[in-house]
C-alpha cells in the first residue's frame, strides 16, 4: 500500500505563481507560512477508520473527515492566494497522530480523533463534527453484550486511543479477568477478531460497525454493550496558531450554516459508500447547530 499519495486539490481561484511570494498573507500563522513554504497541504489521515478516512480501492485516502479537510484546503489556497497549492497525504496511527502534529509535519488531522482536554496541552481542534463512544464489537456466535461477560476472555484495542484508556480503566474497576492485546490500527484488530485470536474488539461504535460494514461476512459480528466513553470527534490543528485554527473554525460554522455539512455527512452515513447506515442523530444536528457561529 502506497505510504503518501501526492494529490492536486480542486482548485477554486485563479491560478498565482508563488514565485517571489511574500507572507504576507500568512499573516502571523507559522502553519500557513509553512504551506507557503513547501507548496502543499499536509494532511494526516487514517487507513481504516471507515467511514472517516480509509483507502479507496484506487488506494486514496477518502471518507467523511477528508472532505471536510479538502474544504479547509481550498480557504487556505484562498487565504493565501494561491490556488497551485496541492494536498500530500501521510498516513498515522493512534500513537503517531499527535506527535506529527505538534512537529509540524502534518498540518491536518483528517482521521477518527476524539477532542479531550488532555491531548489540549499538545494539539488544538476545530469543531465537533461527531459524536460517538467506546463499545465493543464480537461474533454473535460468542455471546458477548456487555464488557462483564469478557471475564476469562481476550479483548483487543488500539494503542493511543481514548479507547484504550476506557476500556482498561472499565475492567480495572470491574476487577475482571481479562487478557488484553494492543494493536496498532483498526485493520490488525480486526484481523485478529476475524481470526478468532482474540474475542472482542473495544473501539468508538461508529468505527465498529464501519469495519463490520467492510467485513466478508457482516452478519456474523455485531456491536455490543453500554457505553463506556464519551468521544466528540474534530479535525486536530497544530496549538499556538491562533489564526489557522480560526480559518479552520470559520469553514467548519460555514458547512454548519449552510447545510453542506448534513449533506456531506449523509454522503457518507446515509447509508454511504460501505452501507453504513447511521442517520444523523438529533445530538449531532443539535452540536452543528450550535457551532454555526455568525460572521
Known sequence: MKKFIIKTAISLCAAISITGTAFADAGDSP???????????TIGHRETSVPFSYISDSEEPIGYSIDLCLNIVEAIKTELNNDKL??????????????????????????????????????????????????????????????????????????????????????????????????????QGWLALSTDRIDAYGSDDVLLYGLISKSQNPSDYHVTGRF???????????????????LGRVVMSDLMRSGEMETIYNKWFAPGPTNINMPLSDRLKGAFDTQAYPH
Open 31 to 41: 502553519t500557513l507560512k509553512r504551506i507557503m513554504e513547501r507548496g502543499y497541504v
Open 86 to 187: 496541492t494536498v500530500k497525504y501521510v498516513p498515522v496511527t493512534g500513537q503517531t497522530r499527535i506527535p506529527l502534529i505538534a512537529n509540524g509535519t502534518i498540518d491536518l488531522e483528517c482521521g477518527s480523533t476524539t477532542n479531550n482536554l488532555t491531548r489540549q496541552k499538545q494539539v488544538a481542534y476545530l469543531s465537533t463534527t461527531f459524536i460517538t463512544g467506546t463499545k465493543l464489537a464480537s461474533k454473535k456466535a460468542t455471546g458477548i453484550t456487555e464488557i462483564e461477560d469478557l471475564d476469562g476472555k481476550i479483548i483487543g484495542m488500539s494503542a493511543g486511543t481514548t479507547n484504550e484508556k476506557a476500556l482498561k480503566e472499565a475492567i480495572s474497576n470491574l476487577g475482571i479477568d481479562v487478557e488484553i492485546v494492543t494493536v496498532k490500527d483498526h485493520s
Open 228 to 246: 463506556l466513553s464519551f468521544d466528540p470527534y474534530s479535525v486536530m490543528v497544530p496549538r499556538n496558531d491562533s489564526t489557522f485554527e480560526r
